[in-house]
T-cell receptor
Framework: GAVVSQHPSRVICKSGTSVKIECRSL??????MFWYRQFPKQSLMLMAT?????????EQGVEKDKFLINHASLTLSTLTVTSAHPEDSSFYIC?????????????FGNGTRLTVT | AQSVTQLGSHVSVSEGALVLLRCNYS??????LFWYVQYPNQGLQLLLK??????LVKGINGFEAEFKKSETSFHLTKPSAHMSDAAEYFC????????????FGTGTRLKVLA
């Protein structure tokens, strides 16, 4: 089955520093990847859609200069949280669609728990 | 606009009892519907999906769901709950055209009592 690898699984950083999260599709090519944020005991909030070779599409209310997304290849997308602050602490999950049509399921990484101190 | 409503943020069942997790959707075009399960501190795993064809869909771990267009529902069921089924369950809808963006429900936390 389609596997999405997300790294790191946990990261603790100091306020003001930047953190990069990687999302890789291991056995399929993903022209589109999605980045979600999940607050405790809540649903997933779509942050942005990452498109290979072009700029990401951000959802309303998500700061594109704070959450930098790069999708340099068909198997790798990165999310960089710049100048992190404690309110950025959250669980971040990436996903990739296993095909180009709407009936293709999303395959999820195992998430990254970010703690900003 | 599309939306997904999951009734009941918490559901408790006894081990061996029927599991029923409710999901209703709204969509202006025929939807694709999915159920995902999330274990603590992990990503989401696909349980099953409905796209076209048979309205009763069987998934992994003994779960199944039935698409009822007239009721705009896609409820998830399992005849007999197991302790390992305790997790968070999310219903999602994807459009059959346009952006194919996923919309997730707010989730239902299933607790299985011994």
């Amino acid at each position: 089955g389609a596997v999405v690898s997300q790294h790191p699984s946990r990261v603790i950083c100091k306020s003001g520093t930047s953190v990069k999260i990687e999302c890789r599709s291991l056995d399929f090519q993903a022209t589109t990847m999605f980045w979600y944020r999940q607050f405790p005991k809540q649903s997933l909030m779509l942050m942005a859609t990452s498109n290979e070779g072009s700029k990401a599409t951000y959802e309303q209310g998500v700061e594109k200069d704070k959450f930098l997304i790069n999708h340099a290849s068909l198997t790798l997308s990165t999310l960089t949280v710049t100048s992190a602050h404690p309110e950025d602490s959250s669980f971040y999950i990436c996903s990739a669609r296993g095909g180009e049509q709407g009936n293709s399921p999303l395959h999820f990484g195992n998430g990254t728990r970010l703690t900003v101190t | 606009a599309q939306s997904v409503t999951q009734l009941g943020s918490h559901v408790s069942v006894s081990e061996g009892a029927l599991v029923l997790l409710r999901c209703n959707y709204s969509s202006s075009v025929p939807p694709y519907l999915f159920w995902y399960v999330q274990y603590p501190n992990q990503g989401l795993q696909l349980l099953l999906k409905y796209t076209t064809g048979a309205t009763l869909v069987k998934g992994i771990n003994g779960f199944e769901a039935e698409f009822k267009k007239s009721e705009t529902s896609f409820h998830l069921t399992k005849p007999s709950a197991h302790m390992s089924d305790a997790a968070e369950y999310f219903c999602a809808v994807s459009l059959s055209s346009g952006t194919y963006k996923y919309i997730f429900g707010t989730g239902t936390r299933l607790k299985v009592l011994a």
